[in-house]
């Protein structure tokens, strides 16, 4: 049975953006970051353990079940929807404990099994295994382990995959489009427009191999990480070994030593780390947003879109002042989230439980950020004309190449080069040159004539170094 889609159920005013506004960009991230996806992580654990009990004969006297009941008990976490979110909050308006509620939620669901499974069916038997020896975080710390790892490994990082590659792929398109560089926002040696996105597809590229090889921890051992209730109930039973195998049957690393809580860290290793992608990712909106305003990347207008309320002309970059915003959202939730979840007053506290509530927003901020970047950047023609035209009037730049030759040259043995670099500041600072005066210059200063024609043969366009090879290391 194919699970119900949690982006469905929609409440009518949303408090927020993300479910209001900005739905449609982060709705994929329902489904593992909601309220409703952390109770279905959590019937889903419940599950999961009633089941690793029987099928390993951990408690004396638990009947093992049948594919068929199984296959049952996995079906109350596929089928989980409207109506089963409305039963289980109505069960903690009593209880007023989630845990609880998830409980008497999966005890009725077994109770009930004879009428899907008939009479003979063992599943009304196990009703007490189902949180056997178990305290809350127990189900709360693998269930927001698996949740964090789907809304990341499904959602969030094959976006961010998508959006690196059309950075990459930008940079590959434009490797040898001769740019002039602004260092200090001042001319600076040429590079090529492609040049400069493979450095940012480059930057993107290492976070994700970083978030990529994060881990997710989970523990199963208790209300203080003994195992002291499961050794008084079943002194017999390897726990440990147990609590592993199950551990890592739902795919996630166990963590052999905790208090209560699950210590979090790896959350905050993750947190940073996609907290890291989301500032460079700033950075790459910026960058852009400066190209466009200088003219480097034009926005292709959409039919019947409005720039300005009162300024016809415009076409605003809002795609990257959308992905400004929303990054620093984003990023600032995840440093909170990553700071606050290290700490838990000695065995427990309960600062983790609404800190771990805001894992949803501070993702779909992200999410959202990315959706914005790379919808701009399919907006964007970029316009060579003006790129060829900074160059042409920015001869100077060609300072650094000349000084430099000369200083070759002096090496080897060639007279009258002394003070190169002086002799190029008082030629080119505050002033502006033109190609005759610049090839007039190298002319004048005795350089061995090859060396002398390889210069006056270089322009501000042809002075990009090795630039478009560069861009190749994204594909290394």
């Known amino acids: 049975m194919p699970r119900v889609r949690l982006a469905d159920i929609t409440p009518a005013i949303a408090l927020g953006p993300l479910d209001?506004?900005?739905?449609?960009?982060?709705?994929?991230?329902?489904d593992h970051l909601s309220e409703a996806a952390l109770n279905r992580a959590r019937i889903a654990v419940e599950v999961e353990w009633v089941i690793h009990l029987c099928a390993h004969a951990v408690v004396p006297g638990a009947p093992s079940l049948s594919p068929a009941e199984e296959e049952y008990l996995r079906g109350v976490v596929d089928s989980f929807g409207a109506e089963e979110i409305a039963e289980l909050a109505a069960i903690e308006r009593t209880t007023v404990h989630d845990v609880k509620a998830v409980e008497y939620f999966l005890k009725r669901?077994?109770?009930a099994a004879p009428e899907a499974l008939g009479t003979d069916t063992v599943l009304p038997s196990v009703g007490e295994l189902v949180h056997f020896a178990l305290t809350s975080e127990d189900v709360n710390n693998l269930s927001y382990a698996l949740m964090v790892r789907g809304a990341v490994q499904q959602v969030w990082f094959p976006a961010a995959v998508d959006l690196v590659d059309q950075v990459a792929a930008l940079a590959a398109e434009h490797r040898a489009l001769p740019m002039l560089a602004l260092t200090h926002g001042q001319p600076a040696t040429p590079t090529t427009l492609g040049k400069e996105l493979a450095v940012l597809a480059h930057r993107l590229r290492r976070q994700l191999r970083r978030i990529e090889s994060d881990e997710y921890l989970g523990k199963l051992n208790g209300a203080t990480g003994t195992y002291g209730a499961h050794t008084a109930a079943v002194p017999g039973a390897d726990w440990q070994l147990v609590s592993r195998t199950f551990v890592e049957h739902l795919g996630l690393t166990w963590n052999p030593l905790t208090t209560q809580i699950e210590s979090h860290d790896w959350q905050s290793e993750l947190y940073g780390d996609v907290a890291r992608f989301n500032r460079v990712l700033h950075n790459l909106a910026t960058d852009v947003w400066t190209y466009i305003s200088r003219g480097v990347f034009t926005q292709i207008p959409v039919p019947g879109?409005?720039?300005?309320?009162?300024?016809?002309?415009?076409?605003n970059p809002i795609r990257f002042e959308n992905a400004e915003a929303n990054l620093e959202i984003s990023s600032a939730l995840l440093d909170t989230l990553?700071?606050?979840l290290v700490s838990s007053r000695l065995q427990r506290d309960l600062t983790d439980s609404t800190t771990q509530r805001n894992i949803g927003p501070a993702f779909g901020h992200s999410l959202l950020a990315?959706?914005?970047?790379?919808?701009g950047l399919g907006g964007l023609a970029v316009d060579p004309a003006l790129l060829a035209a900074e160059l042409d009037q920015n001869w100077e730049v060609l300072a650094e190449p000349v000084q430099s030759a000369m200083r070759?040259?002096?090496?080897?043995?060639?007279?009258?080069?002394?003070?190169?670099y002086e002799r190029l500041k008082e030629l080119t600072r505050g002033h502006r040159l033109t190609a005759a005066d610049m090839r007039e210059f190298i002319g004048s200063l005795g350089l061995p004539d090859d060396v002398a024609?390889?210069?006056?043969?270089m322009t501000p366009a042809s002075y990009t170094g090795i630039a478009a090879d560069l861009v190749d290391h994204l594909t290394d």
């Open 305 to 315: 879109a409005t720039g300005s309320s009162t300024m016809p002309h415009k076409v």
């Open 20 to 30: 209001g506004r900005y739905r449609p960009a982060v709705a994929d991230l329902v």
């Open 338 to 340: 990553a700071a606050t």
């Open 109 to 111: 669901r077994l109770a």
């Open 408 to 420: 070759a040259a002096s090496v080897a043995g060639v007279t009258g080069m002394e003070n190169p």
């Open 453 to 457: 024609a390889r210069l006056q043969g």
């Open 370 to 375: 990315i959706d914005n970047v790379r919808r």
